[in-house]
């Protein structure tokens, strides 16, 4: 079974300038999550999607952070402008389903995007 | 304010002894704890989890103990192999699975 693909894999930027990040979850998945972690910090979830509606949001920063998830397969984060603090490794994972009857199913995570900004 | 804790950023073991990883958490609406390990570039991978209604869960060397009275758990490795150096996020999540929620991490170094 292929794992979650991430491109690309590392990405420097100058600030204010744009960036995409492009996840190709595992086939079947119907949940997507991307997570920001900043160096020495655990991963802090951004946005969740399950199919191709949004979840959860809560912490994703909407002046500048966008994410979509088109047809419920793939997805695409955006950062415009970039600001000097997003530099992090932006993580994508998915898991089978979204229990709505409670419960949580295994996240597999990516190798991630390291993105820094000067 | 740090819902997921791991006071330990560092812990070295001998090959072969027990290694024992903390975490602590403050939000009492948890329900599920997951333990993650990650390799210098790559993602996290699951290691095991365990729900707020048991207080113990094995999956071959590694257990996980909750003490949902103190909002404490705890990753046992035994015996602790050098394979096992990575660095281990403790998770917790509600009993949907939202509001995932990762501790800062520890970083296991085992020594042969």
């Known amino acids: 079974e292929a794992g979650v693909a991430q491109s690309p894999r590392y990405k420097i930027i100058e600030k204010r300038q744009s960036v995409a990040f492009w996840c190709n979850p595992i086939s079947g998945h119907a949940t997507l999550y991307w997570y920001q972690q900043i160096l020495g910090q655990g991963p802090k979830l951004l946005i969740q999607?399950?199919?191709?509606?949004?979840?959860?949001d809560s912490q994703l920063p909407k002046d500048r952070f966008s994410a979509e998830r088109l047809k419920g397969v793939d997805s695409t984060l955006k950062i415009q402008p970039a600001k000097l603090e997003d530099s992090a490794v932006y993580l994508c994972a998915s898991s089978r389903l979204y229990r709505s009857g409670g419960g949580t199913d295994t996240q597999y995570f990516g190798p991630g995007t390291r993105l820094t900004v000067l | 304010d740090q819902q997921v804790k791991q006071n330990s950023p560092s812990l070295s073991v001998q090959e072969g002894r027990i290694s024992i990883l903390n975490c602590d958490y403050t939000n009492s609406m948890f329900d599920y704890f997951l333990w993650y390990k990650k390799y210098p570039a790559e993602g996290p991978t699951f290691l095991i989890s365990?729900?707020?209604?048991?207080d113990k869960n094995e999956d071959g060397r590694f257990t996980v103990f909750l003490n949902k009275s103190a909002k404490h758990l705890s990753l046992h490795i035994v015996p602790s192999q050098p394979g096992d150096s990575a660095v281990y996020f403790c998770a917790a999540s509600g009993n949907y699975g939202q509001n995932f929620v990762f501790g800062p991490g520890t970083r296991l170094s085992v020594l042969p």
């Open positions: 365990i729900s707020s209604i048991k």
């Open positions: 999607f399950q199919n191709n509606g949004v979840v959860d």
